[in-house]
């Protein structure tokens, strides 16, 4: 079973199972969380009533916006992609490859 390594495999980053939870994506449930409660218990200190429920319902949907795959980097995720937007940053992607092959023009 262990004869073959196939190239490109990270043997130390496995893969999660159930529902690709990942450590940021459960870090993000766990913030987004806390915003939420903290929100609840600024503006309905007494009783969440209907108003409670809209806003709990849209921070469960935007937190599982932000912890889809975004659109250009499989490997990030959307909040990254809105943060890179927000603040313009000239980072490149996480996964961005640049080739280390030498170009064939070069060599002539």
């Known amino acids: 079973m262990y004869e073959k390594f196939t190239p490109g495999r990270n043997i130390w980053k496995k893969v999660s199972r159930y529902f690709f939870f990942t450590m940021e994506r459960i870090t993000i449930v766990g913030i ?3 915003i939420t409660y903290i929100m609840i218990k600024q503006a309905f200190p007494y009783n969440i009533g209907i108003f409670g429920l809209i806003l709990i319902i849209n921070n469960a949907l935007l937190t599982i916006f932000f912890i889809l795959p975004s659109p250009s980097n499989p490997n990030g995720l959307m909040y990254q992609e809105i943060v890179r937007g927000l603040f313009k940053l000239d980072k490149p992607a996480t996964a961005d490859i640049y080739s280390v ?4 023009k070069e060599d002539m």
């Open 101 to 104: 092959t030498k170009n064939k």
């Open 32 to 34: 987004m969380f806390g």
